[in-house]
């Protein structure tokens, strides 16, 4: 069982950044792979960008070049900077664990662990 809690969200003008963390508990986070997600009301849950337990990342091309997972294994924490921030990424943003961990799915239904969310608003 892995509990993850986010963290980091709030309001930031466009053309801003915030850095989101997420904290996950238990001693085998590096044999995850991890993502992010992002949801507005009435939308799907979208991809935003995974690392594997190799550190291979994948990003959607939404965010290519203004977003960048990370993780530190060491502080069991997986991070997303985000730059350059357009109202467009306004949404409630999850981190998820994925027990293949040599994986960077962009399909929520492949992870096995979810975080209760944190709102991002990017104001015009």
Known sequence: QVQLVESGGGLVQA?????????????????????WFRQVPGKEREF????????????????????TISRDNAKNTVYLQMNSLKPEDTAVYYCAADRNQWAT????????????GTQVTVSS
């Open 15 to 35: 053309g801003g950044s915030l850095r989101l963390s997420c904290a996950a508990s238990g001693r085998t986070f590096s044999r995850y792979a991890m993502g």
């Open 48 to 67: 935003v960008a995974a690392i594997s337990s190799g550190d291979t990342t994948r990003h959607a091309d939404s965010v290519k070049g203004r977003f």
């Open 105 to 116: 799915s962009e399909i929520p239904a492949l992870y096995d662990y979810w975080g209760q």
